[in-house]
Structures are given as C-alpha cells and as structure tokens.
C-alpha cells in the first residue's frame, strides 16, 4: 500500500535537495527515485518524487510513511514548506500505459504509475518483475541496515553524486569512490526454497541473508567474494545467476 503526500512552498525543492539522495533539479524531467538516509549513510526510506505544477507529490511505502514525515519535519526549521496527505492515489502496470501516467524511472521493466483516484496494480507478478532485474523492495530487501549502493540505487537511478550535500552524502561518496563494495545485493539461481530472512552459508559460514523468490532465482544480499562457491539457505541450494543489466 502507497501513500502520497503534496509537499508545497516557495522552498520545496531547495528543502528536499539538501535531504534526498538524487538531484531535484531533474525533477522537470520526469519522475525521481530518492532515498533518505542516516548520517551515517544508512537507508531510512525510499520514495518517488513528481513534479505537478507548484506541488511536489511524495509517494512512498505506507509503512514508512510516518516516521519518514516526522524525520522531514525535525529538518523543516523555518523553510516555507508544508507536507499533507494528497487527495490523490497511484495505480501501477505493465500494460500499455494510460494517458497520464509516467514512467518508473528505476527500470523499464516496472511500467508505469498513474496518479489519480485510483489505487492498486493491475495485476503484474511484481515479485518475479523484481527477482529478474533485481529490483529491492521497501521493508524486504531495503532495510535500516542497508547501504543505497550496496542496493543497486546507482544502476537504479536513484542516486547522484554531482548535485552537492545531503544527508548520508559523505558515507555513500566515499563508497563510491574510495572503496570497493564487498556485499551487495544479487541475483542467485535457487533449487528450493526458504522463508525471506533466512541466513545463507558458505561452508558452515554465514555469509549473506535471502529475500525474495520467484522463476527459480532469489535476490540476496551477500559478501561478494562467496559467489564463486556453494551456498545454502536452510534446504535450499544457491549458486551464481547471469548479470543483471538495466536492459
């Protein structure tokens, strides 16, 4: 379930640009994917950001909704900002997209979202659209211990690392450009199955937590360096999938 908030004033844009972790300054160009992070660099939520007219639409995860609203407001101070519940709704697809709606700006493969009194999906196995192109989720594979680049946010779209401050902005830099990842979320071909959660070994060693499920193949978040060996997650076995491109 999605809720959308409008998010008005003369300081909108220059606001959020201090706070999330793409460049606001794109928002003419369509629609933004967009964390908030910690200080220290760590995932608090993830949303979409559209532009209409003098409002800025939020549109994020209902779970995170409050406490995503109460950690904008501790950074409102004085700036000419108001955020409030939106009249509006967003429904999803893969089909033909209706006139209106705008595109997912993570991946081709996700459709589109049209904004209006409608709510819902229509019906697209989202599940098995994630696992193939390796998309992560709000509260399953995206959770207060991840790094937005360990997640994929570059590839996704969802992160720039030209447009100056944010919060988090110091830690996600310097991963990006000091250091070289040494987990991250994957792809892996799985023969079985587990619940999401549930630990992943290499060779009596934990080295990773399995999310979701779908076509045969799981997404995880692992040490990279245990790709090239055998894995397990409860009874199920896992092993190396092909690449994933943004194709």
């Given at each position: 379930m999605r809720k959308i908030f409008d998010i008005t004033g003369t300081?909108?844009?220059?606001?959020?640009?201090?706070?999330?972790?793409?460049?606001?300054?794109?928002?003419?160009e369509g629609p933004l994917y967009a964390a908030l992070l910690t200080p220290q660099g760590k995932y608090l939520a993830d949303f979409f950001l559209i532009a209409r007219g003098e409002t800025i639409l939020l549109d994020i995860d209902a779970t995170?909704?409050?406490?995503?609203?109460?950690?904008?407001?501790?950074?409102?101070?004085?700036?000419?900002?108001?955020i409030a519940p939106s009249a509006l709704s967003v429904f999803c697809g893969t089909g033909p997209a209706p006139e209106g709606a705008v595109a997912d700006p993570r991946h081709p493969a996700l459709g589109w979202r049209l904004y209006g009194d409608r709510d819902g999906d229509d019906g697209s196995d989202w599940?098995?659209?994630?696992?193939?192109?390796?998309?992560?989720?709000?509260?399953?594979?995206?959770?207060?211990?991840?790094?937005?680049?360990?997640?994929?946010?570059?590839?996704?779209?969802?992160?720039?690392?030209?447009?100056?401050?944010?919060v988090g902005q110091e830690v996600t830099a310097r991963m990006k450009h000091k250091t070289e990842l040494r987990k991250g979320l994957v792809r892996l071909a799985i023969d079985g199955a587990a619940p999401i959660g549930t630990p992943i070994e290499a060779e009596g060693k934990i080295v990773g937590t399995l999310y979701t499920q779908a076509g045969g193949h799981a997404l995880a978040h692992l040490r990279l360096d245990a790709l090239a060996g055998p894995l397990c997650a409860g009874s199920a076995r896992l092993s190396a999938a092909e690449p994933i491109t943004n194709a």
């Open positions: 300081d909108r844009e220059h606001f959020l640009q201090g706070l999330v972790s793409n460049d606001l300054r794109r928002l003419a995170l909704a409050e406490p995503t609203l109460r950690r904008l407001a501790m950074y409102r101070l004085r700036a000419d900002v108001s599940d098995a659209l994630r696992v193939a192109h390796l998309i992560p989720a709000t509260c399953i594979e995206l959770t207060p211990e991840t790094y937005i680049l360990e997640a994929g946010f570059e590839r996704l779209n969802g992160v720039d690392f030209r447009k100056g401050c944010y």
